[in-house]
């Protein structure tokens, strides 16, 4: 008896903190963490696709740091007791629970399968398109811990962004901004950063 005075009270204080860590998210925050996570693979298996393809280093060890960028939202995911939108079939390469996301893909694949310069450009456009994506769920977001892991990913998919521009570059290729003004976009690339244009960042490891 004595034994159950002492553990039931730890069982209590164990079911509150998993409560309120699943009620410190919002309905949008878990809808937007699902769709994340589906975009972080979208970019895997795209830059995966491309290295098969061409061979490049840059796909390839980008394709890895989008591999470590879906294992911190997973984190998140697991955190706040959401299921993983890219399990089961939709662990397969291509395939995708938000049917847009699916389109947007095989859009990608179709393009990048043109020439090594088409699929840089794709690459460049896509880490924009997820720049801009993190930096509105960051503003959208009440919870610190969602908004620190984003933080980090929206640095590391700058240094992408860099490493993709400046692979253009050495082709003779002035890429143009799709989704970020140029203002913002010029700040990006002219960062120092972690990327070497090769695609290493923090994540690449």
């Not at 878990?30 to 393809?53: C, G, H, P, S």
């Not at 399968?113 to 450009?121: C, E, M, Y």
């Not at 901004?177 to 120092?192: D, H, T």
Request: glycine share 6%.
């Amino acid at each position: 008896m004595k034994m159950l005075r002492v553990i039931y009270p730890i069982i209590v204080l164990l079911l509150m903190f998993v409560g309120n860590s699943f009620s410190q998210i919002s309905q949008s925050d878990r809808d937007a963490l699902i769709y994340n996570m589906q975009e972080e693979k979208v970019a895997n298996n795209f830059y995966t696709a491309m290295q098969n393809l061409y061979g490049i280093n840059v796909f390839e060890n980008i394709s890895k740091s989008e591999t470590m960028h879906m294992k911190h939202v997973k984190a998140l995911l697991d955190n706040f007791g959401i299921d993983n939108p890219v399990s089961g079939k939709y662990e397969a390469a291509g395939s995708f629970m938000d049917a847009g996301l699916e389109r947007m893909y095989n859009d990608m694949i179709s393009t990048g399968n043109i020439s090594v310069t088409d699929a840089l450009k794709e690459s460049a456009k896509f880490e924009e398109m997820d720049i801009r994506d993190l930096k509105a769920f960051v503003e959208s977001t009440q919870n610190t811990s969602i908004e620190s892991t984003l933080n980090m990913l929206i640095n590391a998919s700058g240094n992408h962004l860099r490493a993709f521009v400046k692979n253009l570059k050495t082709r003779g290729i002035e890429y143009t901004p799709q989704y970020l003004s140029q203002e913002e976009f010029n700040g990006i690339i002219s960062s120092s950063g972690k990327s070497k244009g090769n695609g290493n960042c923090m994540y690449s490891k």
